[in-house]
């Protein structure tokens, strides 16, 4: 079974800065898509922002220009750069991998969420 280990959440003042990471445990064949998404109190879980393999990134409306995505593919890891946070960040977010377990079978994964918090 893949894990996804999220580390970097916490409390921080409006525009504050946080950095997310999530690291993939247990031998894989490879990583398609790696990304964030977020859940707010009452609401639906949205994307947040994600990555191919390649480096292709794909952002939220919401987070363009504050929020940057990145990854070590050596490392199975994905990070999220969040500047300029604002109170509607706060939610609880989750990383997501798109993960070849073997050349022929990919399954989608999430991690156990960690939590961030942006007071105003």
């Known amino acids: 079974q893949v894990q996804l280990v999220e580390s970097g959440g916490g409390l921080v003042q409006a525009g504050g800065s946080l950095t997310l990471s999530c690291a993939a445990s247990r031998s894989i064949f490879s990583i398609d898509v790696m990304g964030w998404y977020r859940q707010a109190p009452g609401k639906q879980r949205e994307l947040v922002a994600d990555?191919?393999?390649?480096?292709?990134?794909k952002y939220a409306d919401s987070v363009k220009g504050r929020f940057t995505i990145s990854r070590d593919n050596a490392k199975k890891m994905v990070y999220l750069q969040m500047n300029s946070l604002k109170p509607e960040d706060t939610a609880v977010y989750y990383c997501?991998?798109?993960?070849?377990?073997?050349?022929?079978?990919?399954?989608?994964?999430w991690g156990q969420g960690t939590q961030v918090t942006v007071s105003s």
């Open positions: 990555i191919t393999s390649g480096g292709t990134r």
């Open positions: 997501n991998a798109q993960v070849w377990t073997t050349p022929l079978v990919r399954n989608n994964y």
